[in-house]
């Protein structure tokens, strides 16, 4: 990343306007709280200007942890029900993500913020959703490790339904700043999105940040969007992909990937891509390019799509990726294909007749960037041809994989192109009066065929979310699990 960012995490919700926990715009303050004791409690919203770890005054009450170190602060009476509550939770989040999931614990801040070393949560009336920030880098190890606290905003669904998985979120964040603050956005988000949903696997509070992802197929799986939408959180089907497919008894590879993205303050190397390609490699012998080949066939058997032989939960994800239809008995057709680097493109061919149709297919590219892989969704590598049987179904994949190896400074996200060319080549029917099949050469005249650029059909995919997770005074952003 060019511009180092201070923080991981703000919740949206609703409006652009209300993005951000300190740089979003101030939330609505809330409806004034009866018997709020002004003379032992602080009534008002707490000013976004705020400095949690110095400005004591609005946080006047605390509970802590009797089995992890954790302090909950928090402003009136009234909510001390609520801060026991996320204790509860927290503990929950440690157990499962520091003992058993193996990441870094939080670092002690050595009374830097709060009373003491143990980390600290702040009940922040007037943000909006929740953030974890950094306080000081730890100056005793050679990789670039933060202290750090969060704050979170108990009204709305963020302090109700979502509360759960919101806290595993942030704490998750907060384990991933005791191995590298300055990785890339989209891993801190993938990474946290995939871990609160092992924390709590019962709940389907990310299922909805899948839709954006899946309604760009062609943007690259580690593309940064900067928080313009739900892609970066998205992309922790990447992830459980890597879970079901590579480690279905092993979910503490997502700390390995961490310890191994490591790095020192002047430098980000090695990256998170460096450490998903070498442990990749290390304990399952595949490659990056292997995995990226694969995750994009599975990724088409979600939601209607399901074949109940890829992901787990895949009937229950609701967005399918999106595609491009053509009809067969249009070819000849010239598709333009055009993804970032590690993105691809789905064209889904409907052969409706009662023959076989067999379709001759060219690749045209010319980029020193990129190689084009073709495969059907089934793992079928398509090299020159490809058979549709009768009354049946065939999707292709086109994935843009880099010629040479990439990691974050060096992956860029410009688009990638070429050209692929589908020709009819025969029809196989059955011989009058035998029961023999036979092959007919199509009778299209390819010379005076138009060819057609951007075959017929359209990308499918419902509408996206229009509220992005924006940084804030240079924090890392969360979005809400609500559309506006």
Known sequence: MQVRMSAIITACFAALSACGGSG?????????????????????????????????????????????????????????????????????????????????????????????????????RGIDGAFVDAIAENPLTPHDDYTTYMAISIAGSTGQGLLDTTLAHEFNHAAQASDDWWESALFFEMSATFVEALTYPQEDDYFFTLEDFQRRPEWSIFYVDNYATWHMYGAAMYLHFLSERYYPNDPAFIARLWRGARSTPTGNRPDYIDAIRAVLLADRGVTLDETIIEFMQWRWFVAQFDDGLHFSKGANWPTPVSFLDIDPSTLPAAVDLDAMMFGANYLRLVNNTGSPLSIKIELSENDAEVNWHLSTVEGVQIVSMMTIPPQSTEVMVAIALPVNEVYSNTLTFANHTASLTMQLQCRTVTSPGSNSLTCHKDSTNDDQAESRKNAPGARSGPAGFSCPRRPGSGRRTRRSRQSP
């Open 24 to 124: 979003g715009g101030a939330a609505a303050p809330p409806p004034t709280v009866p018997n709020c004791d002004s003379s032992i409690e602080y009534c008002s919203a707490i000013p976004l200007s705020a400095n949690a770890c110095t400005d004591n005054q609005y946080w006047p009450f605390s509970v802590q942890s009797g089995v992890r170190p954790f302090n909950v602060h928090y402003s009136r009476l009234g909510d001390e029900t609520k801060a026991l509550e996320m204790l509860g939770i927290l503990e929950v989040s440690w157990a499962v993500q520091i003992d058993t999931l193996g990441f870094s614990a939080p670092l002690d801040d050595g009374g830097d913020c709060g009373p003491d070393g143990r980390y600290d949560v702040f009940i922040w």
